[in-house]
């Protein structure tokens, strides 16, 4: 079956653009989480979503980064005003609510 | 949140076992242990996870010691598709906050 979807799989901005990511998370699948991976380093998380409602933001790096799943299925990862810091492959992953978390392929942002 | 210590890299030859450490000395009573590996430009992929007894699936073999403070991850026979980063995670589904915390993982080189 269709695993997690996430587009754009890479993105270039200029210091000072906004970025828009998003996800597909698996059919049915209650839970979506959004993760940042540094180069060299594990994922690290950001944000997590129970259905629509968000319920953990307490990764997100700062106010500039704004995450929403308005219909508790395709969520989008906003980043306001991109900084060089913020280049990092972005992940999402979604689960049914139990254990597993099953993980996108990222989007490799790269911010000039 | 739990924390847990791997080896940076190890190295094994193909077609051998392969045993891969893992150390979460402050584990709780709820927090399942779960391994991911991420192949390079890839998302994490799930291998095994459990609780306290020993797990096996086709892609692996979980050994979870009894005091549960330290698990071991077993690749019975290793192939050059195995190379990968091998990630413990603790996550506690009674916390309700199912976010992973990952570690710098392992490296592992199958060699030829």
């Known amino acids: 079956g269709a695993g997690v979807s996430q587009s754009p799989r890479y993105k270039v901005a200029k210091r000072g653009q906004d970025v828009a990511l998003r996800c597909d998370p698996i059919?049915?699948?209650?839970?979506l989480f959004w993760y940042q991976q540094a180069l060299g380093q594990g994922p690290e998380f950001l944000t997590y979503f129970q259905n629509e409602a968000q319920l953990d933001k307490s990764g997100l790096p700062s106010d500039r980064f704004f995450a929403e799943r308005p219909e508790g299925s395709v969520s989008t990862l906003k980043i306001q005003r991109t900084q060089q810091e913020d280049s990092a492959v972005y992940l999402c992953?979604?689960?049914?609510?139990?254990?597993?978390?099953?993980f996108g392929p990222g989007t490799r942002l790269l911010v000039l | 949140d739990a924390k847990t210590t791997q080896p940076n890299s190890m190295e094994s030859n193909e077609e051998e076992p392969v045993h891969l450490p893992c150390n979460h000395s402050?584990?709780?009573?709820?927090?399942?242990i779960h391994w991911y590996r991420q192949l390079p430009s890839q998302g994490p992929e799930y291998v095994i996870h459990?609780?306290?007894s020993n797990v096996n699936n086709r892609m692996a073999s979980l050994a979870i010691a009894e005091d549960r403070k330290s698990s071991t991850l077993i690749l019975h026979r290793a192939t050059l598709r195995d190379a990968a980063v091998y990630y413990c995670?603790?996550?506690?589904?009674?916390?309700?906050?199912?976010?992973?915390?990952f570690g710098t993982g392992t490296r592992l080189k199958v060699l030829a």
């Open positions: 995670i603790l996550s506690d589904p009674t916390s309700g906050t199912y976010k992973y915390i």
């Open positions: 992953a979604s689960s049914t609510g139990e254990e597993t978390q099953y």
């Open positions: 459990g609780l306290t």
């Open positions: 059919s049915g699948h209650v839970s």
């Open positions: 402050t584990i709780s009573g709820t927090d399942y």
